[in-house]
């Protein structure tokens, strides 16, 4: 069984930036990709980006290219969503997970989700 415990997130302007921490933990978690995805009000929920535990190869959504980055603490089984040059249309509930793939269908696990709202 793989958990998932998220932090950070909250409110910030249009431009600003924020950082979410996912904790995981399970004998079998460095067997899956983490990844992070969200969703806004109304809509579906999305891929944002994702990280392998060995070697750390990223991939993200053209959305947020050049603007998140996925990083890991391979020592604390820990990933991390670094969120810079937000804007208002980032607003979602971000959830971290784990699984052997980008797609929502190959996701295993999933974290408790953590609210990011950015203001204009």
């Known amino acids: 069984q793989v958990q998932l415990v998220e932090s950070g997130g909250g409110l910030v302007q249009a431009g600003g930036s924020l950082s979410l921490s996912c904790a995981a933990s399970g004998r079998t978690i460095s067997n899956y990709r983490m990844g992070w995805f969200r969703q806004a009000p109304g809509k579906e929920r999305e891929f944002v980006g994702s990280i392998t535990w060995s070697g750390g190869e990223t991939y993200y959504t053209d959305s947020v290219k050049g603007r998140f980055t996925c990083s890991r603490d391979n020592a604390k089984n820990t990933v991390y969503l670094q969120m810079n040059s937000l804007k208002p249309e980032d607003t979602a509930v971000y959830y971290c997970?784990?699984?052997?793939?980008?797609?929502?269908?190959?996701?295993?696990?999933w974290g408790q989700g953590t609210q990011v709202t950015v203001s204009s």
């Open positions: 997970a784990a699984g052997v793939g980008i797609t929502l269908k190959s996701v295993h696990y």
